[in-house]
């Protein structure tokens, strides 16, 4: 079927890996482990990611060179969502960092290219997780923008909006409030329900009712302004958390007409902007920059 197919995500990917060196391994791997790949990064660090078989979600270390081995830290998600899974590092010909991967659903045995991310470290030391640059370059027709606003429970700006295949950026200050935001509703109460909980700066997101997994998240660092961007293409939804944080899922909806979006909060929180746009596929699209 159509919609869940990837048309348009799914060449950045190959764009991005055709473009870019990819990193050996970097250290044997150790008993239980697939997909371990390592970056170096300046003054002697380096980020290990790993995935153990049996485990969901793909996890990094951040380690200090010391003689010929590495001191790893405690491991964290690279992703709050079980899907995300085949990570792979690869170094752009300008030297930035690139890290892709694979949105997998065992219950459908299907696959998907997850979109790109530049990864490496912040000025804080923390790690940067963020859309390709490619990806402004899809951006199709405005759909709603929206600035300096209250949004409170049981109002929704974004309704008569549909789209399944379209990005959302929005920026909101959230206090101990909640922000939700939910795509792909139908009538038959089919929804993927993204929200963010201010007072635990909680981020999950819940396909159960667009036939998907239930809530998948974890705590993220937020900050006085925060930023949601939201990529949507077909099955595959994926969020960027305040350039640091990411959660992707797969929904696989009964409703084939089942498209709309709901932005609403929870206690009321200042917007500073939201903007919604379609995505579209043409081939000046995946030119090299």
Do not use: W
């Amino acid at each position: 079927m159509e919609e869940f197919n990837r048309p348009i995500f799914g060449l950045i990917p190959r764009l991005a890996f055709e473009e870019a060196k990819s990193l050996a391994a970097g250290l044997p791997g150790e008993e239980g482990q697939i997909n371990r790949c390592l970056l170096p990064l300046e003054g002697e660090k380096a980020l290990l990611l790993c995935q153990r078989e049996g485990e969901k979600r793909v996890m990094a270390r951040f380690g200090l060179r010391k003689g010929e081995e590495y001191a790893f830290r405690k491991p964290f998600p690279v992703d709050f969502g079980a899907s995300y899974q085949n990570p792979r590092l690869a170094l752009r010909p300008g030297g930035d960092a690139l890290l892709c991967g694979e949105l997998v659903s065992e219950e459908k045995g299907m696959s998907f290219p997850a979109l790109p991310r530049a990864i490496g470290l912040r000025r804080d030391g923390g790690l940067f997780l963020r859309p390709v640059p490619e990806m402004g370059r899809l951006r199709g027709k405005r759909l709603f923008l929206k600035r300096d606003f209250s949004l409170h429970e049981g109002e929704n700006p974004l309704k008569g909006i549909e789209g399944r295949h379209l990005g959302a950026v929005i920026r909101f200050e959230a206090g101990a409030s909640a922000l939700n935001f939910e795509c792909l509703r139908g009538e038959n109460g089919q929804k993927a329900a993204l929200r963010f909980d201010g007072a635990t700066e909680g981020l999950s997101l819940d396909c159960s009712m667009a036939g998907g997994l239930g809530p998948q998240g974890g705590v993220v660092l937020g900050q006085g302004i925060n930023e949601l961007r939201l990529y949507l293409d077909g099955p595959a939804i994926e969020v960027f958390f305040n350039g640091g944080d990411c959660l992707s899922a797969l929904a696989f909806p009964t409703d084939a007409d089942g498209a709309g979006l709901r932005l609403f909060a929870e206690g009321g929180l200042r917007v500073h902007q939201a903007e919604v746009f379609e995505i579209e596929a043409s081939e000046c699209c995946f030119a090299a920059p």
